[in-house]
């Protein structure tokens, strides 16, 4: 079994702490603002540290875990940030009553220090700083074999590769990887469309749904994507063993959620049947974990962090030019207009099936 200690690679443990160290600070800082300017550059520091999070967690798991477990523990990873962020609707807004908002920032800056204390104290680059043996040596044990001297020390220092020629094998492999970055494009960016902007507007001008109960509703979008990571991840390293299949079948279902959507629209509004679109929505969203399990196998581990960043410029895209085009798209907020949003959603999600089916997965004996 492989270890479970959370480290980082190329990106450096140093990487990981100052993540954060940032984030606390920026925290800190709103908690004792005095001004608008104040609270401006908290958040920014805030963001700063969150965006410098997540590939070096992702680089943490690829050198940590064996193959068939990285799409597990990236669903878990990811479950883990859903839980996150509904933690940051209710539970937040009851703690900022009853203790103050600036409090709260106070709060989660010391609790961000200790967390980049504790990540300072005993996080190493790889598992043989720790002294354990490397994910190619264990695997090999498993197997009864034993590695050659040379491969054993290329397990323990990995080649490295200078980031331009990294980035040049990354965009230039074709097939491999241009056809997960679109479909990655509208997967997340119709998912950013409808719970990050044009859903709660659409509850409240067509269906003429209050705040609170249309953002029950949305909220259990998140809910959704709890089960759906770990449970796509678990199928793709445990029972599928496909990365490919697992996201067909889970965009392939999405897509039909859209389709719901779309022809729903104006003629139900029941709260109940919108409560199980949202949780498929959000648990068959939540496939797009595997990925990143896809991408990194298909390169050296010692641009698994190039590779998924790579990738991961492509959701971003996704959400702000698709939520821009929407913007033209939604001017009086008719149900035509929302329609058309769904429509063009829908559209866009077409695509993405059509891309990930087309994708290349790396063979099982060649990984």
């Known amino acids: 079994m492989s ?10 443990s140093f990487v990981y ?63 883990v940030g859903s839980i996150g962020s509904l933690s940051a609707a209710t ?30 104290m005993t996080c190493k680059d790889r598992p043989q700083d720790k002294g354990y043996p490397t994910i190619k040596e264990i695997e090999a044990f498993e197997k009864g ?22 980035l040049k094998q990354v965009f230039g492999a074709g097939m491999k990887f241009w056809p997960l970055a679109i479909w990655f494009f509208f997967m997340y960016g119709s998912i950013m469309v409808y719970q990050g902007l044009w859903g709660g507007p659409f509850f409240r001008d067509v269906l003429g749904w209050d705040k609170a109960t249309y953002a029950a509703s949305l909220t259990i979008i998140g809910v959704g994507m709890i089960f759906g990571c770990p449970l796509a991840g678990i199928l793709s390293d445990k029972v599928l063993r496909s990365r490919k299949m697992v996201l067909v079948v889970g965009t392939i279902a999405y897509t039909a959620v859209w389709a719901a959507l779309y022809f729903l629209a104006g003629s139900c509004e029941s709260t109940e049947v919108y409560m199980l679109i949202h949780f498929l929505f959000g648990f068959f969203g939540g496939f797009f974990v595997v990925c990143y399990a896809m991408i990194k196998e298909h390169f050296p581990i010692s641009i698994a962090g190039t590779s998924t960043a790579a990738l991961n410029i492509f959701p971003f895209a996704g959400g702000a030019i698709l939520q821009l085009i929407t913007g033209y798209m939604v001017l009086d907020f008719t149900l035509e207009e929302y329609k058309g949003v769904w429509l063009f959603m829908l559209i866009g999600m077409i695509i993405a099936s059509l891309a990930i089916i087309v994708s290349k997965e790396r063979a099982k004996d060649a990984a």
């Open 91 to 120: 539970p937040l807004a009851l703690m900022s009553d009853a203790i103050g908002w600036q409090q709260v920032f106070v709060a989660l800056g010391v609790v961000s220090v200790i967390i980049a204390v504790a990540i300072f």
């Open 17 to 79: 702490n100052l993540a954060h160290s940032l984030a606390a600070a920026g925290a800190v800082l709103c908690g004792i603002a005095t001004s608008f300017e104040l609270i401006v550059a908290g958040r920014l520091l805030i963001g700063l540290g969150a965006a410098m999070v997540y590939i070096p967690i992702m680089k943490i798991l690829a050198v940590w875990f064996k193959k068939y477990e990285f799409a597990s523990v990236s669903g878990v990873l990811l479950a």
């Open 3 to 12: 270890p479970k200690v959370l480290v980082v690679d190329n990106y450096d």
């Open 145 to 166: 074999e034993s590695l050659s001297e040379e491969k054993a020390q290329e397990a323990k220092v990995p080649e490295k590769i200078p980031m331009t020629q990294a």
